[in-house]
């Protein structure tokens, strides 16, 4: 071999590896400002036409099959028109979201319905898992990957921003000033628990919103964990603009009172999840000033379906507890929004196994995928229909004899898209088994573009959906015509 052949490449990669440096990447900037009005925020963005309507979905992690389902639902709610003539979708005025459900989201709150073909073209339709392997794997890749100043996500990142997202930032979409609002969940690998983009955290971490790009959020729903590394935050509390009352109001009011303690049980038996969030975001707030051991002075964030794989919490939050931020609780509870339109996404894989065929004990990569995968996989099994309980007793004991809850209650629509609502046992199992990866073959893509429509269609409750729109029903494809045309 001449040796005088690899000098560039070994030249170049001297280079890389001496300007990246020794430092790790900084992925928020410190904040100048933090209140409750501030920033990219729900009251900031103007409501479509349907004011008395509030439309939120939810997207699930999955990997493309995820992002796939998703955009089969965003044009099959496209195609509900309104009396006004705009469309469903374009009265969303949330969207939370997961892993590769927030691909979909992210872009959708960019882009909007004119994105659509996009999506689809530039990411879903491509081999994502081969341009991120190329892109680490060549000697310039390798020598970058060498350095702490460029991690494993950082393909990922690079790759959602270089095929979607275009250096757009949160800021982009406050400029554009209209709904949905976009809530991306990642996860706080120390704590468990979900981590949303929002201005409402990011105070506690005296950081700003706006300045972090969108590829980076949705890879930090997305960070797969071992394969991908996670997305680190800097925790810069305590700072010049933290407010004189601090920790907020909405952070103490689940937090216990150590002086009662001993006289009242903890407030964990009756809200055990809003607690330990609670704590965690205590701990965020108080970032060095607090105690050893709960000191946050970094958020290390892997993939959001680790805690929370629906995107249910922060729009049930929403829903449910009144902030001083703005929000939905709040415009329900002023009378403004009197019907509930919420749909569900959830692209959660079930593939087949020959493990139970077998007595022979299991391999480490096997117990190793099991131990993750069947978490994020399983764990979601029938929250749909938790949701629906929990929303219509939370709003019963919210209404406090209003009136103004109990009327949201009746005027709800849930609708689930969920492969396990298909009834054709073959059908189902054949879209549970489209792996959870960048990269899906153009027959599976072919049937998750059109399974989501015909799930909508499907779902019992569409037909509430349409009286609350004001819709008529729309031209979209059935579950038998659908699964005619599996040939996958």
Not at 98 to 112: D, I, M, N, R
Not at 217 to 232: K, N
Not at 233 to 245: G, I, K, M, V
Not at 406 to 417: G, K
Request: neutral net charge; charged residues 20%; proline residues 6%.
């Amino acid at each position: 071999m001449d040796i005088r052949r690899l000098i560039p490449g070994i030249a170049t990669c001297a280079l890389v590896v001496a300007l990246a440096g020794c430092s790790y990447p900084t992925r928020n900037e410190k904040a100048d400002v933090i209140n409750e009005t501030f920033g990219y925020r729900l009251g900031n963005l103007a409501a479509g036409g349907a004011e008395d309507t509030l439309v939120v979905v939810t997207a699930s992690g999955g990997g493309t099959r995820a992002t796939a389902l998703a955009l089969s639902t965003l044009r099959a709610l496209d195609k509900v028109r309104l009396p006004t003539g705009r469309s469903l979708a374009q009265e969303i005025d949330v969207i939370s979201s997961v892993s590769g459900g927030s691909v979909a989201a992210a872009y959708f709150a960019l882009a909007g319905r004119g994105g659509f073909d996009t999506l689809e073209h530039d990411f879903v339709r491509r081999n994502g898992m081969a341009a991120i392997m190329s892109a680490g794997l060549n000697p310039f890749g390798l020598a970058k990957l060498s350095t702490p100043g460029t991690e494993r996500i950082d393909l990922l990142i690079d790759y959602l921003d270089r095929q979607l997202f275009k250096k757009a930032t949160y800021r982009t979409l406050l400029e554009a000033g209209h709904r949905p609002l976009l809530v991306v969940n990642a996860a706080d690998m120390v704590e468990g628990i979900p981590f949303s983009f929002t201005q409402r955290k990011l105070n506690l971490l005296c950081s700003e919103l706006t300045k972090i790009p969108l590829a980076t959020a949705v890879a930090a729903s997305a960070a797969f964990p071992v394969a991908l590394s996670p997305v680190t935050l800097t925790n810069y509390q305590p700072c010049e603009a933290t407010p004189r009352s601090w920790p907020p109001a909405w952070v103490e009011v689940n937090l216990d009172d150590p002086s009662s303690a001993f006289a009242s049980p903890s407030l964990w038996y009756d809200a055990p999840q809003r607690t330990l969030l609670a704590r965690a975001e205590n701990a965020y707030a108080m970032g060095r000033n607090a105690p050893p051991g709960r000191r946050k002075s970094y958020v290390h964030l892997l993939d959001g379906g680790i805690a929370d794989n629906l995107g249910l919490f922060e729009p049930h939050r929403m829903l449910t507890t009144a902030d001083t931020d703005p929000s939905l609780w709040a415009l329900v509870n002023s009378g403004t929004a009197k019907k509930l339109i919420f749909v569900v996404i959830n692209a959660r894989s079930f593939a087949a196994s020959s493990l139970d065929e077998s007595q022979a004990t299991p391999g480490m990569l096997d117990m190793l995928m099991s131990s993750i995968n069947a978490p994020i996989d399983r764990a979601t099994a029938g929250t749909a229909l938790q949701l629906r309980e929990t929303l219509l007793e939370t709003f019963q004991k919210l209404d406090r004899g209003l009136g103004r809850f109990a009327a949201l209650a009746r005027n709800t629509a849930l609708v689930t898209i969920d492969f396990d609502a298909i009834a054709d046992d073959a059908c189902r199992r054949k879209f549970q088994s489209i792996p959870t990866s960048w990269h899906i073959k153009k027959e599976q893509v072919d049937a998750l573009l059109e399974v989501g429509g015909a799930l909508l269609a499907n779902d019992p409750s569409f037909a509430k959906l349409l009286s609350l729109a004001g819709a008529a029903r729309p031209d979209l494809p059935t579950l038998a015509d659908t699964c005619g045309k599996l040939a996958f």
